[in-house]
């Protein structure tokens, strides 16, 4: 497997779901522990650009907003910010990192399926379906 994947929360993430993902051997950074606030999405991309894999965020507008092509970074796209929604979801957000590849965007519906698009292309694939986590 080599090195953990690092995953960085984007501002309104709910920093609730950082426990899932580094129960499961990621590691995990934010925009408020990098206090990297207030800045915008072109800009963000390009610091993450190679210090991080994944980039979870609940703007579901930046992947049609920014150019991913030959981008190492890839996204996740919540459904929502609340926490209760994307806690519940946990096990849907914690297993595209795993499988996810470079320039990947995987778009996560409330109804916890998970499409994948690469950029200039329709929907690839759909990421099968995971059980819940089990999370005191």
């Not at 606030?37 to 907003?65: C, H, P, S, W």
């Not at 926490?83 to 990947?104: L, N, S, T, Y």
Request: aromatic residues 4%; without cysteine; positive net charge.
């Amino acid at each position: 497997q080599g090195r953990m994947k690092r995953v960085f929360l984007d501002e309104g993430v709910p920093r609730q779901i950082a426990g899932p993902l580094q129960d499961v051997a990621f590691t995990v950074s934010s925009v408020a522990l990098e206090k990297w606030t207030r800045i915008g999405d072109g800009e963000l991309l390009r610091r993450l650009e190679g210090a991080f894999d994944v980039l979870v965020t609940n703007d579901r507008k930046m992947y049609a907003q920014q150019n991913l092509v030959g981008r190492t970074l890839a996204i996740i796209a919540l459904p929502t910010n609340r926490k209760a929604v994307v806690m519940e979801r946990a096990a849907d957000i914690v297993d595209p990192p795993r499988r996810i590849a470079a320039g990947q965007h995987v778009v996560i519906e409330a109804d916890g399926r998970r499409i994948v698009q690469e950029h200039g292309a329709a929907t690839l694939a759909e990421m099968p379906r995971v059980q819940p986590l089990d999370r005191p």
